[in-house]
C-alpha cells in the first residue's frame, strides 16, 4: 500500500487566499484525521471523520476551516481566507481500528503551509 | 478532557548511550499509550505502543513502561545510534468506545556519533 497521501506537499500563498489541502487515506480504514502541528502548540487534533461522516470538529480554529470527506478514498481541508498564522504543517492520518479502539494511526507525509 | 504532558522537550546523547522520555497523563481512564517517531519532513510513525494491562513492552531496543498508578509512561532507547536522532511524542487515549489520541508536546532526541 503506498500509505496515506496528502497534496500538495508544499504550499505557499498569500493572506486572503483560498487554500485546499488533499487527503487519501489509506485503503480500508474507515478513520481519517486532520492535524495541525506547529512549534508553539506541537500536534493539535483539528477532526476526524469515521465512515466520511465528520464525528468531532471541535478543534477546528475557526469558520474559516472546513472539511469534507465525499468518499472513503478522499477528504479536503479548506481554509477560506487564509491568514499568516495559519502557516504550518498540516496532517492527515488513517486508521482501522480493531474493535472499536483507538489503534494506530498511520500518518502522511504532511503540507507545510506558508501564509504571507 | 485529557493533558498529556512530556518530557524532556530536547535530549542529546552520545551514541551507544540509553535516553528516557516521560510523559505524564491526567484521566485515570486512559489505557492506550503509543509512541511515534517523527523523522524531518516526514509525518510520525507508531514505533511501539502498551495497554494498561501490561506493565512493560520491548520491541529490540525501544521499550515502554506503565505505572498507571503514578499516571505515567516512558519510553526507553538503548544503545542509541544517529539514525535514532527525531522527534519523538507519546500520546494517550481511552478505551471506551472510539478515543482520540492525545499527544504529548515532543522530545528531539539528538544522537551525536
Known amino acids: 500500500d503506498a500509505g496515506v497521501i496528502q497534496s500538495p506537499r508544499h504550499e505557499v500563498t498569500e493572506m486572503g487566499q483560498e487554500v485546499t489541502l488533499r487527503c487519501k487515506p489509506i485503503s480500508g480504514h474507515d478513520y481519517l484525521f486532520w492535524y495541525r502541528q506547529t512549534m508553539m502548540r506541537g500536534l493539535e487534533l483539528l477532526i476526524y471523520f469515521n465512515n466520511n461522516v465528520p464525528i468531532d470538529d471541535s478543534g477546528m480554529p475557526e469558520d474559516r476551516f472546513s472539511a469534507k470527506m465525499p468518499n472513503a478514498s478522499f477528504s479536503t481541508l479548506k481554509i477560506q481566507p487564509s491568514e499568516p498564522r495559519d502557516s504550518a504543517v498540516y496532517f492527515c492520518?488513517?486508521?482501522?481500528?480493531?474493535?472499536?479502539?483507538?489503534?494506530?494511526?498511520?500518518f502522511g507525509p504532511g503540507t507545510r503551509l506558508t501564509v504571507l | 478532557g485529557e493533558n498529556v504532558e512530556q518530557h524532556p522537550s530536547t535530549l542529546s546523547v552520545q551514541e551507544g548511550d540509553s535516553a528516557v522520555i516521560k510523559c505524564t497523563y491526567s484521566d485515570s481512564a486512559s489505557n492506550y499509550f503509543p509512541w511515534y517517531k517523527q523523522e524531518l519532513g516526514k509525518g510520525p510513525q507508531l514505533i511501539i505502543d502498551?495497554?494498561?494491562?501490561?506493565g512493560e513492552k520491548k520491541d529490540q531496543r525501544i521499550a515502554v513502561t506503565l505505572n498507571k498508578t503514578a499516571k505515567h509512561f516512558s519510553l526507553h532507547i538503548t544503545e542509541t545510534q544517529p539514525e535514532d536522532s527525531a522527534v519523538y511524542f507519546c500520546?494517550?487515549?481511552?478505551?471506551?468506545?472510539?478515543?482520540?489520541?492525545?499527544f504529548g508536546k515532543g522530545t528531539m532526541l539528538l544522537v551525536s556519533p
Open positions: 492520518a488513517s486508521s482501522f481500528p480493531s474493535g472499536g479502539f483507538a489503534d494506530t494511526q498511520y
Open positions: 502498551i495497554r494498561s494491562n501490561v
Open positions: 500520546a494517550a487515549s481511552l478505551n471506551s468506545g472510539y478515543s482520540t489520541l492525545t
